[in-house]
């Protein structure tokens, strides 16, 4: 059997809890492997129910879990569980933790995990069945030189802690069921009989079609995405997404219970800037936009609102974006983009944003994405200034940029700032190759109104 890496503690006797890379040859779980489960033997104590036996719980899917109160990773690892438990016992989900003999009873296991409960479990007990193994040091089936603590437990020839054993309908033995996330959890809706493959169903809901700019997915049909990725952690994160060269690339939003159409409008993947609208009444902005949206990432800003106003309107939600005219002082980029890294700077991949001074470190920020978008944050962050783009862009180029402090005009006393203006445009002429000069002139902004 090929090496595998683990995060396994020894047992009690080793004294110490360590990352390990453990070779399994033909052990004796190995061999347990599509055969039948060995039965639950001189159980010498149960919480939150029993005594049961494998037997009586063929027909459903059994997790075992080999751990110890003396274990780290096992402690650690216990929200999971709790967590496959809440989400599949009523399902068909059995899950066992099978303490080793390690402790005389229950109430002494209890008293060893209640330091361990408030600080890894929130403060909750175990939700499943708690099984504590008996029998003593009992040697391991096929291989007299080992004994584990526990007739179950050398049953199953555990000696690294913790070990889950997934344990099919049928009760033969499924795998070594060493992780959990996407995969560990389906491997038990397999087990189960609930897996979908729902792949091609959420590559057709939510891909962008020719000319599309921005798709929108309703919280019924969102439950596509979150069976494709499984983890629910990280579904319940994924509402962004940018389509990018004909494929899907997913923005880690953070998770709102109500997502608002200030929200959508200022966040990712949208991502306007105070310049490209107004929300012209408050009510207007706490509209409910739940879902995921989906933006092609190559698109302007005007392009995605542009975009987002016809769907308003399909969803017919108590809420209208509207494009008028606004005279405003601006700063205009025209000309050919093309770059011209900074010599003789720690980054030479970025566009950076200073005047007079490049700062070494990194700490003024920065960002990525399309020219236009960079344009767009140069005037909102830089200059407190909209920037209307005039030039000529490539359009796919995802650039990157850096702000220096000194590259924030907003923070310049007012008598320096005109000086300062045009020493931050020199410098991103330098590297874009674009020209920049300051106008007043009619621009577009959209307005979020209530009807």
């Known amino acids: 059997m090929p090496t595998r890496s683990l995060r396994r503690s020894r047992s009690p006797q080793a004294r110490a809890e360590f990352d390990m890379t453990l070779d399994l040859p033909a052990s004796r779980l190995a061999q347990l492997y599509g055969r039948p ?51 599949y016992a009523d399902k068909g989900l059995v899950i066992i933790a099978v303490h080793d003999d390690s402790v005389a009873s229950i109430e002494e296991m209890d008293q060893k995990l209640v330091s361990a409960k408030q600080r890894y479990w929130s403060g909750r007990d175990l ?44 009760g033969h033995v499924v795998a070594d069921f060493d992780r959990g996330g996407k995969e560990g959890e389906k491997q038990i809706q397999i087990a189960l009989g609930i897996y979908e493959d729902v792949s091609e169903s959420f590559d057709e809901l939510y891909r962008l079609e020719d000319g599309q700019i921005v798709r929108f997915i309703p919280p019924d049909e969102v439950v596509v995405r979150r069976k ?46 105070r310049f490209d609208y107004e929300i012209g009444d408050p009510a207007a902005g706490e509209v409910e936009l739940n879902g995921d949206w989906i933006v092609r990432r190559d698109a302007s800003v005007s392009q995605r609102l542009a975009a987002l106003a016809e769907i308003l309107d399909r969803m017919r939600v108590p809420v209208r ?33 200073f005047s007079d001074v490049l700062d070494p470190d990194e700490r003024g920020g920065g960002g990525s994405g399309t020219v236009d978008r960079f344009l767009s944050q140069l005037g909102s962050v830089a200059f407190g200034m909209q920037v209307v783009n005039l030039a000529e862009l490539p359009p796919n180029d995802i650039v990157q940029w850096r702000w220096h402090y000194s590259g924030y005009l907003r923070k310049v006393p007012e008598d320096e700032r005109p000086q300062k203006l045009q020493q931050i445009l020199q410098n991103v002429s330098r590297q874009t190759s674009l020209a920049f000069t300051t106008e007043r002139r009619r621009v577009d902004v959209w307005h979020a109104i209530v009807p």
């Open 321 to 353: 974006l509207e494009k008028r005219s606004a005279e405003r002082q601006v700063i205009v980029a025209r000309g050919r983009y093309t770059f011209q890294p900074l010599t003789g700077t720690y980054d030479n991949r970025s566009i950076h944003v």
């Open 37 to 87: 489960a060995p039965e639950l033997r001189r159980i010498k104590g149960w919480k939150n129910g029993g005594p049961v036996t494998l037997a009586q719980l063929k027909g459903r899917v059994v997790l075992l879990d080999f751990w110890g109160h003396w274990c780290g990773p096992c402690i650690r690892a216990m929200p999971d569980l709790m967590k496959l438990h809440d989400k």
């Open 228 to 273: 494709h990725m499984l983890d629910s952690d990280d579904a319940d994160r994924f509402k962004a997404f940018y389509w990018s060269g004909g494929q899907l690339v997913t923005d880690t939003w953070r998770p709102f219970d109500r997502v608002t159409l200030s929200q959508l409008l200022s966040e990712s993947p949208f991502g306007a800037t």
């Open 127 to 170: 939700p499943f069945l708690v099984a504590l193994d008996g029998g003593g040091l009992t040697p391991i089936p096929g291989a007299a030189d080992r004994k584990a603590k526990g007739a179950t437990t050398a049953a199953y020839g555990i000696d690294s802690f913790p070990t889950r054993i997934l344990i099919d309908k049928p």
